[in-house]
T-cell receptor, first 106, second 109 residues
């Protein structure tokens, strides 16, 4: 069993839909990253959080340390949001989830 | 602010050829540096990490090696590439708020 599990693995949505991607982990962490990987491969860090909630534009990330769970929400999704979203936890090193492939159709 | 440069972005190499991927960091000193690889359909897996010049720890046995000749430079190398070395390679620095390079997609043909 992976130390970081994401769900769903694949997600399709219509433009405008509200999207939730979940991340559960089994190790103690100091913080958690949400990353975005576009088809060309480049990775962008969206959030790093260790408690509570962070918001940037249409993206919201939450984390519950007691439940070892984090969610990434996208409001009013758009085709340009199509990418792979990766959860990574900071233990003594980074441990990555396998990612969620999101496709948003117009 | 800290930035990390990784190149090239894409690379196609024949089996048996050598490899050198470079990662450099700006805006910080004595960072921990990491090389990760993402094989097709898999999550990113830690290959090497370094806590200082000349200090390299390997997480998984493989056909690759890493070196840290300068404080802010981390190099991933191979003497002879295998088909199984194909994948997406990512450099990162940490541990206090990780920063990521843009990655290198390597295809071994």
């Amino acid at each position: 069993k992976n130390e970081v599990e994401q769900s769903p693995q694949n997600l399709t949505a219509q433009e405008g839909e509200f999207i939730t991607i979940n991340c559960s982990y089994s190790v103690g962490i100091s913080a958690l990253h949400w990353l975005q990987q576009h088809p060309g491969g480049g990775i962008v860090s969206l959030f790093m959080l260790s408690s509570g909630k962070k918001k940037h534009g249409r993206l919201i990330a939450t984390i519950n340390i007691q439940e070892k769970h984090s969610s990434l929400h996208i409001t009013a999704s758009h085709p340009r949001d199509s990418a792979v979203y990766i959860c990574a936890v900071i233990n003594d090193k980074l441990i990555f989830g396998t990612g969620t492939r999101l496709q948003v159709f117009p | 602010s800290q930035t990390i440069h990784q190149w090239p972005a894409t690379l196609v190499q024949p089996v048996g050829s050598p490899l050198s991927l470079e990662c450099t960091v700006e805006g910080t000193s004595n960072p921990n540096l990491y090389w990760y690889r993402q094989a097709a359909g898999r999550g990113l897996q830690l290959l090497f990490y370094s806590v200082g010049i000349g200090q390299i720890s390997s997480e998984v046995p493989q056909n690759l090696s890493a070196s840290r000749p300068q404080d802010r430079q981390f190099i991933l190398s191979s003497k002879k590439l295998l088909l199984s070395d194909s994948g997406f390679y990512l450099c990162a620095w940490g541990p206090y708020g990780y920063t990521f390079g843009s990655g290198t997609r390597l295809t071994v043909v």
